[in-house]
C-alpha cells in the first residue's frame, strides 16, 4: 500500500483576506478570536475582553480563503477616535496557527493605521505588550512610555503616519509567501 500520500503536509491557506468588519460572521469572528486570544491563551481577561470602547470602535479582521472565499477570521484588530485627531488600535490577535507565516499581524497593522489617517487621524497610538515592541519598531511605531496596563508590562507606542498614507480600501489581500509555507511544511 502507498503510504507516501498520508505523509503530505497538512493544509495551508495561501491567500487572506484583510477589511473593516461588516457583516455579522466577521464581526462575530472578530469577537470569537479576541475571547480566544486575550481570555484563553494569554488570560489577561476572565471571561469576555468585550469593553465600552467596542460601542465606537470599528473592528477589522484578516479570515483566511480557500476558493477565493474567506473560510475563517484569523485576525483582528479594533480602531476608534479617543479624541479630534488621536486615533487608537487596540485588541490586535492573530490566531496561533496563522502566526509568522504571511504578515498578517503587519497587514492588520496597515489597514488599521491607514483607515484611521484616511479618517483624519493625526496620530495613531497603542498600548504594545513589552514582548512586541521590537515587532512594532520594525513597522515603523516609536515608543513614548512604558506603563503598566493588566498587570503587564506595555508600551505606549505611536505610529509614523508618513509610513501609513490613507488608501482608501476597505479591503486587501495578502498571499502567504512561499518560504513560509517550506517553512510550515
Ligand atoms: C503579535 C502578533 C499579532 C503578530 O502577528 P503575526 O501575524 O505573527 O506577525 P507578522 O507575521 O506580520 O510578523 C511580521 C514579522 O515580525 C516578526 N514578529 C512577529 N511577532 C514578533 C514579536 N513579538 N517580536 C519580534 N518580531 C516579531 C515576524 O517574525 C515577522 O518577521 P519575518 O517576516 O522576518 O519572519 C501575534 O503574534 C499575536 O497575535 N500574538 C498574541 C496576541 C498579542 O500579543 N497581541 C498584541 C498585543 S500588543
Known amino acids: 500500500m502507498d ?6 503536509p497538512p493544509f495551508a491557506p495561501s491567500e487572506y483576506i ?25 488570560r ?13 470602535a470599528i473592528p477589522i479582521v484578516a479570515a483566511c480563503c480557500v476558493a477565493g472565499l474567506p473560510e475563517q477570521v484569523v485576525g483582528a484588530v479594533r480602531i476608534h477616535e479617543s479624541e479630534p485627531g488621536l486615533w487608537q488600535g487596540s ?16 497587514e492588520l497593522i496597515r489597514m488599521a493605521v491607514c483607515t484611521a489617517h484616511g479618517l483624519g487621524a493625526t496620530r495613531f497610538l497603542a498600548q504594545v505588550q513589552a514582548q512586541n515592541v521590537p515587532f512594532f519598531r520594525r513597522l515603523h511605531w516609536r515608543s513614548l512610555d512604558e506603563i503598566t496596563l ?8 505611536e505610529a509614523d503616519l508618513a ?19 517550506r517553512r510550515r511544511a
Not at 503510504?3 to 503530505?8: C, G, N
Not at 493588566?150 to 507606542?157: A, E, F, R, T, Y
Open 3 to 8: 503510504t507516501d500520500r498520508f505523509d503530505a
Open 91 to 106: 485588541r490586535l490577535a492573530v490566531h496561533a496557527d496563522h502566526r509568522r507565516l504571511g504578515r498578517i499581524g503587519g
Open 44 to 56: 489577561v481577561f476572565a471571561a469576555d475582553d468585550r469593553d465600552a470602547t467596542d460601542d465606537v
Open 163 to 181: 509610513h501609513y498614507l490613507p488608501h482608501g480600501c476597505e479591503q486587501t489581500w495578502l498571499l502567504r509567501p512561499q518560504r513560509a509555507a
Open 18 to 42: 484583510v477589511r473593516l468588519a461588516r457583516t455579522r460572521w466577521e464581526k462575530a469572528g472578530h469577537f470569537a478570536l479576541r475571547r480566544a486570544v486575550f481570555c484563553h491563551e494569554q
Open 150 to 157: 493588566h498587570g503587564l508590562p506595555h508600551h505606549v507606542m
